[in-house]
């Protein structure tokens, strides 16, 4: 009998004792890295961003309706919302360097009316 044979014999014969084992490895690095990360603390900003056209080509206004702002007529006119959130588990805290006050919005004139 050849060193092949003998081998595919011991596997046949040992073919439950071989998936148990597979299997259980498997398993228990599967608990392994649920665990590891549940512990996990981390802090994730996530922001996400809806807006709608009030004025503009694709308004839902006619086309007849006109604002103006400090005298200028405005084109275009879009309503955003931005919602800040922390997917984390960690809070988000000021000495993170995080200040609301100090975020802008580049190319856009933003307007309170």
């Given at each position: 009998?050849?060193?092949?044979?003998?081998?595919?014999?011991?596997?046949?014969?040992?073919?439950?004792?071989?998936?148990?084992?597979?299997?259980?490895?498997?398993?228990?690095?599967?608990?392994?890295?649920?665990?590891?990360?549940r512990?996990?603390?981390?802090?994730?900003?996530?922001?996400?961003?809806h807006?709608?056209?009030?004025?503009?080509?694709?308004s839902l206004l006619?086309?007849?309706?006109?604002?103006?702002?400090r005298?200028?007529?405005?084109?275009?006119?879009?309503?955003?919302?931005?919602?800040?959130?922390?997917a984390?588990r960690?809070?988000?805290r000021?000495a993170?360097?995080?200040?609301?006050?100090?975020?802008?919005?580049?190319?856009?004139?933003?307007?309170?009316?």
């Amino acid at each position: 009998m050849s060193e092949r044979d003998t081998t595919v014999k011991w596997i046949s014969d040992n073919a439950v004792t071989l998936a148990v084992t597979a299997v259980s490895i498997g398993v228990t690095w599967l608990v392994a890295w649920l665990y590891y990360r549940r512990t996990q603390r981390d802090r994730c900003p996530c922001y996400e961003v809806h807006s709608q056209e009030l004025i503009g080509e694709s308004s839902l206004l006619s086309p007849d309706v006109e604002v103006k702002h400090r005298g200028e007529s405005l084109p275009r006119v879009t309503l955003s919302r931005l919602v800040f959130w922390n997917a984390g588990r960690e809070p988000i805290r000021a000495a993170d360097g995080v200040n609301p006050s100090d975020w802008t919005v580049q190319g856009v004139a933003i307007s309170t009316l």
